[in-house]
């Protein structure tokens, strides 16, 4: 028994002591089909399907951690995870996107993988977000599951109106979800606009953080702008009121779109 429990010790201290290598990768998707990014017990993820690919191809077991959390059917045109390997040389990690991506489905897409410094972390290090939304006037079934079909006409003057009050706030806990695990709801917006388009409006929004359901609110809550529903001082009115309930609804999924996510170490 004793004997059992030494080589068992000296086993968990040559596993502590072996070397591990972090790594960012850089990956796209499409969130359709996944109920979002992160591991969860009742609905396939993103991060689960990443997690299997890169234990399989690595042959270790490799738990990854993501940038932020996207929501069940929203899309990622650029998300960064952060992962460790062990006992591998770098360049087997470094060439291994295509055997990565063959195992993955084909609405996840690696593009490219690259080393980073121990402490380096795809979450807390990110100092910029941006997401776009996308909404439509006109029935296309090209655009189903990519962008939110809107039945009406919507004063997109009034609305920019409207968001660029956002840039003077910081505390935006009307557009958050409640009992979210955030010690603080401050984020600094530094763009929120709506673009013209020939076939409908991209909303784009860039931050230095985002709270749970944050941008689809946003979103829901010019929209109503845009209807004269609301006048666009009224935004103001409830992001100073801290009270989701003034808010308007979350917009759906189908059209949001995480787009670009900054680092002072990554080009």
């Known amino acids: ?10 086993k968990k201290v040559f596993l502590q002591q072996v070397n591990k290598k972090r790594y960012f990768i850089e990956l796209s998707y499409d969130g359709t089909n996944y109920h979002g990014w992160q591991t969860q ?20 077991e490799i738990a990854s951690l993501g940038c932020g959390r996207t929501d069940a059917g929203v899309h990622a045109t650029q998300f960064f995870a952060h992962f460790d390997v062990a006992e591998l040389p770098e360049a087997t990690v470094l060439n291994a996107v295509g055997g990565i991506n063959s195992l993955l489905p084909y609405s996840i897409a690696v593009k490219r993988i690259f080393a980073v410094d121990e ?17 439509h006037f006109e029935k296309d079934p090209f655009k189903i599951d990519r962008s939110w079909l809107y039945k009406g006409s919507l004063n997109v003057d009034a609305m920019n109106q409207a ?4 840039l003077g706030f910081t505390d935006f806990s009307c557009f958050s979800k409640s009992k979210t695990q955030t010690f603080t709801n401050n984020c600094k917006i530094t763009e929120a606009r709506f673009e013209e388009k020939a076939d409908g409006l991209v909303f784009h929004i860039s931050a230095d953080r985002f709270l749970r359901n ?10 109503l702008v845009g209807k004269g529903d609301l006048a666009p001082q009224g935004v ?15 917009v759906p999924a189908c059209g949001l779109y995480l787009v670009k996510v900054e680092y002072p170490f990554v080009n």
């Open 1 to 10: 028994m004793q004997a059992a429990q030494g080589i068992n010790a000296q």
């Open 41 to 60: 017990p009742n609905g396939i993820t993103v991060q689960e399907c990443l997690d299997k690919a890169l234990g399989i191809f690595f042959r270790q």
């Open 119 to 135: 402490d380096a972390h795809a979450r807390f290090d990110a100092t910029s977000r941006s997401y776009k939304y996308h909404l």
């Open 163 to 166: 968001a660029q009050l956002l």
């Open 214 to 223: 944050m941008v689809r609110a946003i979103v829901g809550t010019l929209v």
């Open 236 to 250: 103001a009115d409830i992001v100073a009121s801290k009270n989701r309930s003034k808010a308007g609804q979350s």
